[in-house]
Nanobody, 118 residues
Framework: QVQLVESGGGLVQTGGSLRLSCAAS????????MAWFRQAPGKEREFVSV???????FYTDSVKGRFTISRDNAKNTVYLQMNSLKPEDTALYYC????????????WGQGTQVTVSS
């Protein structure tokens, strides 16, 4: 099992930046695909980005060119650098992990709130 703890959320103005972090427990972090999802008020949770255990990254179209996902296996941490933030990025951001199906991860963090003011 793996436990995930997100941090780095907050309130930022349109056009600003935030970096989210997700610290994972355990000694097999490098074997997990690590993903970020988000859920806005009144909406379903949606995929944002994933970095696979071998390195390739994928993004939902709405964040391409603005968000960057990365991981540091030595620190058991995955990051989401968010630039050029928009009000529609406002959501609760969740870190997730899975060894096989990153679309339906088994492990989730508690979430960190990102609010972008207009």
């Amino acid at each position: 099992q793996v436990q995930l703890v997100e941090s780095g959320g907050g309130l930022v103005q349109t056009g600003g930046s935030l970096r989210l972090s997700c610290a994972a427990s355990g000694r097999t972090f490098s074997s997990y695909h690590m993903a970020w999802f988000r859920q806005a008020p009144g909406k379903e949770r949606e995929f944002v980005s994933v970095i696979t255990r071998s390195g390739p990254t994928f993004y939902t179209d709405s964040v391409k060119g603005r968000f960057t996902i990365s991981r540091d296996n030595a620190k058991n941490t995955v990051y989401l650098q968010m630039n050029s933030l928009k009000p529609e990025d406002t959501a609760l951001y969740y870190c997730a992990a899975d060894k096989s199906n990153w679309n339906k991860p088994d492990y989730w963090g508690q979430g960190t709130q990102v609010t972008v003011s207009s």
